[in-house]
């Protein structure tokens, strides 16, 4: 059993949690995921490891309610248990070697550049961070981002905060003036991680997106998070989660993804969730 010892609401749908994890605390490195389990009927989700801290043996993980798992791991305080904790997986993050990155962070795919982007400062490099959400409540760790560079630029769809639109207008503003980058960062959702991509090669940029897939065992055997990647087949629980960006298959993935979408609506409703 794995004990949360903090819990901490960070909007009405996003929490965070840290967990008690000596090993993987121990062995943690940027852009690593968790394999999760609730309870010993319940299924297994993929998360990306927030944060590590050795000294403390604990772990952080960001949740954004999205079905029934996800809905019961928010509902859990500090003082409940994990039955099943996995990791970490993957493997580290590229990004980490270059020395000026620009981030696209949608969502809760700031919960992974955050700690990606800490580690490219600690190694004296740059950063820049493309934050995007659907309106002003759902943005997270802006704050956190802002301690580590100035350079923090804001879009909701709503326009409810920063500028009104998609991360993709405000990298085409940039990129318009500075194509300098060594890198460009996406994470978030499969269609945003699609459109930065497509933008990205036009500007010849190099760009690697990470890919939250649908998993089960994480070591590549049953096959969920198969992704086509410049016509070859990867998996992106061991040969990933980061891909090229200009490489991957997001038409297929985006299909692949949806696949089991009727059932997890029918999960909610069961739960009593709308």
Do not use: W
Not at 10 to 32: D, R, T
Not at 191 to 206: D, E, F, G, I
Not at 218 to 241: L, Y
């Amino acid at each position: 059993m794995y004990r949360i010892l903090k819990k901490e609401d960070l909007n009405p749908s996003v929490c965070y949690l840290e967990i008690s994890s000596p090993q993987i605390a121990k062995a943690a490195q940027p852009g690593q995921f968790i394999i999760l389990r609730i309870t010993e009927k319940g299924e297994r989700i993929p998360l990306t490891i927030h944060g590590f801290d050795e000294p403390e043996d604990t772990i952080s993980i960001i949740v954004q309610k999205a079905g029934k798992t996800t809905d019961q791991l928010c509902s859990l305080n500090a003082g409940d248990g994990l039955l099943d904790l996995a990791g970490p997986l993957g493997k580290p993050s590229l990004a980490v070697k270059e020395k000026r990155v620009l981030f696209i962070a949608g969502g809760v795919g700031a919960a992974e550049a955050y700690p990606i982007a800490r580690a490219i400062k600690q190694e004296r490099g740059e950063v820049a961070v493309i934050l995007g959400a659907k309106s002003a409540e759902d943005l997270i760790l802006e704050k956190q981002l802002r301690a580590l560079t100035s350079k923090v630029y804001v879009s909701t769809d709503d326009g409810s905060y920063g500028r009104k639109g998609f991360v993709t207008d405000l990298l085409s503003e940039i990129l318009l003036k500075d194509k300098s980058f060594d890198l460009i960062y996406a994470i978030g959702p499969l269609a945003m991680m699609a459109a930065v991509s497509n933008l990205s090669r036009h500007y010849k940029v190099k760009t690697l997106v990470s890919l939250n897939s649908i998993m089960l065992d994480g070591t590549g055997m049953c096959g969920s998070c198969r992704v086509t990647v410049g016509n070859e087949t990867k998996f992106a629980c061991v040969d990933g989660p980061e891909f090229d960006g200009h490489l991957v298959d997001f038409d297929e993935l985006m299909k692949r993804q949806a696949r089991f979408k009727k059932k997890e609506c029918r999960s909610r409703k069961l739960a009593g969730k709308k």
